[in-house]
C-alpha cells in the first residue's frame, strides 16, 4: 500500500502484473503522480515517470510512461535509496547507511543550484565535471524545462520539479561520452 505523501518525485515505484494498464510487472522513476480524480476510480493513483523494468532497474532504451493504477497494489522503493539521476543508469545507494557511518559513496556528485539535492552516480559525474571545469550543469529552471550549461534546453513532459529532473537526467545521459549510439552509424564509445 502506498500512500500518496510517498509518491513523491524521485521516487521508485513498482506496479505488480495485471493492476495498471499494462500487463506485466513494472517500475517507474515518478516524475509526478496525483490521486484520480474520478469518483469510479476511488483508490487508484494516476502517476507519470521513466519506465523500468519490474526490479527496478532502468532498460537501455529511455520511455516515460503514464499509468493509473491501485494505490493498495503498489509498493514504494525505501526513502532512503537514492538513485543516480541520468536516465537508464541503475546506480544507486543506501543513504541512510552512508550517515550512520555502515557504507560509504565514493564519487557520488549530489548537484546544487537549480536542481539541486539530485544524486550523480561515479560513472555518470565525469560527465557533469572533471573536479576543476564543469561541463554540464542546470543553469535554469523554468516551468517544463531545463536549461543546461552547455546551452541544452532539456523539455520535461510536465511543469513539475520532478518531470524536469528526469528531462535533464536524459539530456546527461544523451552526452555521456560512453554511450552506444543507437542511431545509423559507429559505436562510439570512450571511457571516462
Ligand atoms: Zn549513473
Ligand atoms: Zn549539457
Given amino acids: 500500500m502506498a500512500t500518496m505523501r510517498e509518491l513523491t518525485p524521485g521516487r521508485v515505484v513498482f506496479v ?3 493492476c495498471a494498464l499494462l500487463r506485466r510487472p513494472f517500475a517507474l522513476y515518478l516524475s509526478a503522480a496525483a490521486p484520480a ?5 476511488a483508490g ?3 502517476m507519470q515517470g521513466q519506465l523500468l523494468r519490474a526490479d527496478g532497474s532502468a532498460p537501455r532504451r529511455y520511455r516515460i510512461r503514464t499509468t493509473i493504477a491501485p494505490a493498495d497494489r503498489l509498493r514504494v522503493e525505501g526513502a532512503t535509496m537514492r538513485r543516480c539521476m541520468v536516465a537508464t543508469c ?3 545507494f543506501d543513504v541512510l547507511a552512508l550517515m550512520t557511518g555502515q557504507a560509504d559513496a565514493p564519487g557520488w556528485l549530489q548537484t546544487s543550484g ?5 544524486y550523480v552516480c561515479p560513472t ?13 550543469r542546470p543553469a535554469a529552471l523554468h516551468p517544463g524545462e531545463v536549461t543546461c550549461s552547455c546551452g541544452a534546453l532539456c523539455v520535461a513532459t510536465g511543469s513539475t520539479r520532478g518531470a524536469c529532473i528526469v528531462a535533464y537526467g536524459a539530456h546527461l545521459h544523451d552526452v555521456h561520452p560512453a554511450r552506444r549510439r543507437t542511431t545509423k ?4 564509445v570512450t571511457p571516462v
Wanted: charged share 10%.
Fill in 37 to 41: 480524480e474520478s469518483p469510479d476510480l
Fill in 16 to 18: 505488480p502484473a495485471g
Fill in 44 to 46: 487508484m493513483v494516476w
Fill in 114 to 118: 537549480v536542481l539541486g539535492g539530485c
Fill in 90 to 92: 541503475p546506480a544507486a
Fill in 124 to 136: 555518470h559525474a565525469p560527465t557533469m565535471t572533471d573536479g576543476q571545469q564543469v561541463f554540464h
Fill in 185 to 188: 552509424g559507429t559505436i562510439d
